[in-house]
């Protein structure tokens, strides 16, 4: 990558994000849409267009999705969760320039964040604040869509996926400005020692 770059590293940073993204998106959508005609060959799904709340798992579901569009709403945060928690890889990986210590990291935040986003439907106000943090709480979209658990936010009342996907973006955000930050902040000083 670095080869294929006109200014070397200069846009290696962007590449490598935009390279990542486009990977996860990807391969989200392919492993969907293969596991659909699996599914679709194999039952026959002939009943695709149904609500979401026809099943009994799902009859408390606030919404109002069919089977099909359930399935790739599901697979949409699982892409949204995997391209947040690559995103802070990638910044890791650039502010450390270590593979072992990258690998380490990567671990410590995968046990964390997954042991966070199990408390994504609990009762308790601060485990929910903390499992809302965790990106890894868009994988538990199945059991989000169930029923109708939310959030009381100054007086409102908000789904708690609803808020969870909002502070992810918000999170993405954040971590692209501090790579951006971090990117012209090491290239202003590099071109001030030469």
């Known amino acids: 990558m670095i080869l294929a770059t006109k200014k070397g590293r200069k846009t290696y940073v962007a590449g490598k994000y935009i390279s990542v993204i486009a990977v996860i998106i990807m391969c989200t959508v392919v492993i969907a849409c293969v596991n659909y005609i699996v599914f679709y060959i194999t039952y026959g799904l002939k009943g695709s267009q149904m609500p979401?709340?026809?099943l009994e798992e799902f009859q408390y579901s606030p919404y109002n999705l069919t089977l099909l569009q359930a399935y790739f709403a599901i697979q949409g945060l699982k892409c949204m969760a995997l391209i947040v928690v690559s995103t802070l890889m990638c910044l890791i990986s650039n502010m450390t320039k270590n593979t072992m210590m990258l690998f380490i990291i990567f671990i410590g935040v995968t046990v964390f964040g997954l042991y966070c986003s199990g408390y994504i439907c609990s009762d308790?106000?601060?485990?929910?604040?903390i499992a809302i943090a965790s990106p890894f709480s868009l994988f538990k979209g199945f059991n989000i869509f169930k029923s109708l658990y939310e959030l009381d936010l100054f007086g409102n009342f908000e789904l708690r996926i609803n808020v969870c996907i909002?502070?992810?973006v918000?999170?993405?955000m954040l971590l692209i400005c501090i790579s951006y930050y971090k990117y012209k902040h090491s290239n202003s000083r590099k071109e001030s020692f030469r």
């Not at 308790?124 to 604040?129: A, I, L, T």
């Open 170 to 172: 918000i999170f993405e």
């Open 124 to 129: 308790n106000v601060q485990k929910v604040v």
């Open 52 to 54: 979401i709340y026809a």
């Open 166 to 168: 909002v502070i992810q």
